[in-house]
């Protein structure tokens, strides 16, 4: 059974709130990490912010078109995902956090997908597309997570 248009309104919302959430933690950690290793994270953390306060950009339109207000800051509703670490030379739980939270977004996005489908054509294809970017930092850092435990050990 489809949800109905309050139900995509409130899942979009979170994603728009999970997508902010993942801009102001990885611009923390892409000016807090520290050390050599850390350059190439810190890299890929600022570029991905972009991406990522445009996914809540193109989640904000939606809820306006739905019927939906987008909130503002004491509306939006982040705590969820792993906060920077103290150790600011910590690249490993920099990169864990990562993983858990693009496959947080990846899994949120799966359950938008399928309450909207046969029904919400737009917003579906709209989370079909923001599940595929997803999943690209999802595999990017995996790799990252395998060369940094290789190193390690």
């Not at 850390?38 to 193109?58: F, M, P, R, S, V």
């Amino acid at each position: 059974m489809a949800a109905t248009n309050d139900e995509v309104i409130s899942l979009l919302t979170k994603a728009y709130s999970m997508e902010l959430e993942t801009v102001m933690n990885y611009l923390a950690n892409s000016i807090n990490l520290d050390g050599v290793r850390a350059e190439e994270i810190k890299k890929a953390l600022a570029a991905d912010i972009t991406e990522e306060l445009g996914h809540a950009t193109l989640l904000g339109n939606r809820i306006k078109q739905l019927g939906g207000s987008v909130p503002g800051s004491k509306s939006v509703k982040v705590d969820s995902q792993i906060q920077p670490p103290e150790d600011a030379t910590d690249v490993v739980a920099v990169i864990k956090a990562v993983i858990d939270a693009e496959q947080s977004a990846c899994d949120h996005y799966k359950k938008v997908i399928k309450a909207t489908d046969g029904e919400d054509y737009v917003t579906q294809d709209l989370c079909i597309r923001l599940l595929a970017d997803e999943e690209e930092h999802l595999i990017l850092f995996k790799g990252f997570l395998k060369e940094y435990t290789k190193a390690a050990a």
